[in-house]
C-alpha cells in the first residue's frame, strides 16, 4: 500500500523471521512476533483511547453542574 508520497505504509510479514512489521510512510513503526501480538496491541490501544474519551466527557457534563 502507498501513501501520497510513495512510501509504503502498511502491515508486512517479513518472511525470514515470521515477525510483522508496521510501516508507515517508509518507516518501521513496530514490530510483532505474531498476528496475535499485533491484534492484542491495538485492542489495548483503542480500550486506552474508549477509557480515555470516557472520562473527557465524565469530566465535561462534572462541570456543567
Known sequence: ??????????V???KSSGEYLVI????????????EAFVDAHLEGLQALEDAQAQLLESYYRDLK
Open 12 to 14: 508486512f510479514l517479513k
Open 24 to 35: 508507515w510512510r517508509g518507516r518501521e513503526i513496530c514490530r510483532y512476533a505474531s498476528i
Open 1 to 10: 500500500m502507498a501513501d501520497r508520497t510513495g512510501a509504503e505504509t502498511g
